[in-house]
């Protein structure tokens, strides 16, 4: 298992050449343990949203996939929808974390 700084190297080294091939490969690759957190903060930063989505997806960090999807991604009614097909419990996480910024982009969700 990797550690948190060794996703990070790999990951911006990934970054800075731009080798949007590699970051595919090492987000859909399941043989590979590294620290999710750490590579979806490292992808968002560096402005591979689309990849970190898919990370926090996989990973079911629902909270994570839906502040992407609202503060990066601006895409608020996605977000409600992702978040009304949540276990209530984990709905009602995201809705505290993020329906502020949702509510006034899509009262009517």
Same mark, same amino acid.
């Not at 790999?10 to 080798?19: E, G, P």
């Not at 591979?48 to 990066?72: G, S, T």
């Not at 992702?82 to 419990?89: I, R, S, T």
């Given at each position: 298992?990797?550690?948190?700084?060794?996703?990070?190297?790999?990951?911006?080294?990934?970054?800075?050449?731009?080798?949007?091939?590699?970051?595919?490969?090492?987000?859909?690759?399941?043989?590979?343990?590294?620290?999710?957190?750490?590579?979806?903060?490292?992808?968002? *930063? &560096?402005?591979?949203?689309?990849? !970190? $989505?898919?990370?926090? /997806?996989?990973?079911?960090?629902?909270?994570?996939? @839906?502040?992407?999807?609202?503060?990066?991604?601006?895409?608020?009614?996605?977000?409600?929808?992702?978040? *009304? &097909?949540?276990?209530?419990?984990? !709905? $009602?996480?995201?809705? /505290?974390?993020?329906?502020?910024?949702?509510?006034? @982009?899509?009262?009517?969700?």
């Amino acid at each position: 298992l990797g550690n948190s700084e060794h996703t990070t190297l790999l990951l911006n080294c990934y970054t800075k050449l731009k080798d949007a091939g590699a970051l595919d490969k090492f987000i859909r690759w399941d043989g590979l343990q590294f620290d999710p957190e750490t590579a979806i903060q490292t992808l968002c *930063a &560096a402005g591979y949203v689309e990849h !970190a $989505l898919h990370l926090a /997806r996989r990973h079911n960090r629902h909270l994570l996939v @839906v502040a992407i999807l609202v503060q990066d991604g601006h895409k608020h009614l996605e977000a409600v929808e992702y978040m *009304a &097909a949540l276990p209530p419990a984990d !709905a $009602l996480t995201c809705v /505290r974390a993020v329906g502020a910024n949702v509510m006034p @982009v899509e009262p009517a969700a």
